[in-house]
């Protein structure tokens, strides 16, 4: 913090450093012995030096998506330099080698439910599921989608994995074994951005170019509804909330909107605030928050509660 001004002038770390050095700074106890007629901070002075923010360097491109295991202890992101990195959350330290495989951008990653297994996707139109412990990959790729995959999602039970594609179509998998389940989910007349499960599993959500939210039976794969309409740009993100009552979604139109995961209409007023695509939106664990990260570079916090009710 003061490397220029003490490099420049010695005494400096003593005149000008020394006030702002924390009470307990093992540099303060020292300084303070024989330098007694210093200036004296009357207000604002630290106890400890406050812990420097995380920066987990390694990929060597943007990153495109982040997933947390359940447990909390790791962190698994795919980036557009095509590999997966896997994240020790207490130290900010990679594990083990990057996760190679994918020939282009990687798209969105995914913890298992359990832990034990990633699954990603690449605009190299294939999906790969990985050992969670070694990085190893489980089986080949997933191969039936004819375009770039943009998200893939695990089952609440784990048993099933979902995708949305730029060939826009949705498609189940089964996590096991890695084989398709049924045909596409047909509909969306756009590529499909975002795909979600509900929280019992039943449903699957899923976000696209073609401004409409959709729900799908999980088991049967028929469209349940109209599409949700409403915004007026691509939809980049949805997500449940965590009681399964209500969806959320983020459009490039710069807006969130809320629904009825039962009936479709649209929940309270149409959320503003941002001054860029809104591409990410999640809801906290208690289901009392809902959190959007945008192209403006700024993340925003909003009770979902209260404009639930609104």
């Not at 995708?163 to 890695?178: K, M, N, V, Y």
């Not at 756009?190 to 599993?201: E, M, Q, R």
Request: hydrophobic fraction near 35%; charged fraction near 15%.
């Amino acid at each position: 913090m003061f490397h220029i001004p003490i490099s420049i002038s010695t005494p400096h770390a003593y005149i000008s450093t020394g006030p702002f050095l924390p009470s307990q700074s093992p540099l303060s106890a020292i300084f303070s012995r024989w330098f007694t007629k210093t200036i004296k901070m009357q207000k604002g002075k630290l106890l400890s030096w406050p812990a420097p923010p995380l920066r987990w360097i390694g990929h060597s491109d943007p990153v495109t998506s982040l997933s947390c295991s359940q447990n909390g202890q790791h962190i698994v992101s795919g980036s557009n330099d095509k590999t997966i990195r896997i994240w020790d959350v207490e130290t900010g330290a990679t594990i083990g080698n990057p996760l190679k495989g994918h020939t282009d951008n990687v798209r969105s990653v995914a913890f298992s439910p359990d832990g034990r297994h990633i699954v990603s996707c690449s605009d190299d139109m294939t999906i790969r599921i990985w050992d969670a412990e070694t990085g190893a990959p489980v089986g080949g790729p997933l191969e039936e989608h004819t375009d770039a995959v943009c998200a893939v999602s695990y089952s609440p039970n784990g048993q099933h994995i979902i995708s949305g594609s730029d060939d826009g179509t949705i498609r189940i998998w089964d996590a096991e074994t890695g084989a398709a389940i049924g045909t596409p989910l047909e509909g969306h007349t756009g590529n499909v951005l975002s795909v979600a499960y509900s929280p019992d599993g039943q449903h699957i959500i899923s976000g696209s170019s073609d401004k409409t939210v959709r729900i799908w039976d999980a088991g049967t794969g028929a469209a349940v509804g109209n599409p949700l309409t409403g915004h007026t740009d691509w939809v980049w993100s949805v997500a449940y909330s965590p009681d399964g009552w209500n969806i959320v979604s983020g459009s490039a139109d710069r807006t969130l909107r809320i629904w009825d995961a039962r009936t479709g209409d649209t929940v309270g007023r149409l959320l503003e605030g941002h001054m860029n695509w809104v591409w990410a939106v999640a809801y906290s664990p208690n289901g009392r928050y809902i959190t959007s990260g945008s192209r403006d570079k700024t993340i925003r916090l909003k009770l979902a509660q209260q404009l639930a009710h609104l």
